[in-house]
């Protein structure tokens, strides 16, 4: 997404060699301008596949996907990082998720009820690095018994395998811009 793709450019920074900071306006303050479109392109790339549900990560996530939930007009489902392992299982679908950024692992929750057998479920995130994220959502949205109709990302650090290990899981990965290198003040686009 060309858009997208020149605003990195003049506003993202490389941390270093693994870390891309977007915060300018993407997941600190947020161009909503902006993530209407990354919202309809996610919509338009999937409107054939029968999307019943957007389900995301609180709480970078959430801005592209209540876009692409508005554009496809269903609802949104925050998958939420719960602080405890004390979670009913009658109640609750919980999964360990390790995280990129923190380099910890965090409990990823959903409340059975807003996730009910049977749904078509797109997940979508800012970010795609390892795929930790990505197959968290996944195990969660399938162990209640709920499909996966695609993946779709802002932004795929394609240096590291997440992508490569999600499709070859089976799931189709959209991602709207790729960096092929990160390096001190340096992006380079795949
Ligand atoms: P994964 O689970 O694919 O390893 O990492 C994806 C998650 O880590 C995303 O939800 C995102 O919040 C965070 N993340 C990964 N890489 C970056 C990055 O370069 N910059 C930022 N801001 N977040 C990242």
Redesign the pocket.
Known sequence: MEELIARIRKDGKA?NS??????SF??HLVDPMLMKKIGDEFASHFAKCGITRVAT?ES??IAPAVMAALALNVPLLIMKKASSSILSDDVCLTTQ?????KNTDYMLMCKRQFLTPGENVLFI????????????AARLIEEAGCHVAGIGIV?E?SF?D?AKKLEKAGYEVYSLAKIAK?DNGVIEFA
């Open positions: 941390l693994d870390v891309l900071m977007v915060d993407l997941n990560i970078s996530g998720v390790h995280s990129f950024t995130d800012d970010f795609l690095a390892n795929g930790e994220a990505g197959f968290g932004i650090k590291q997440g990160l």
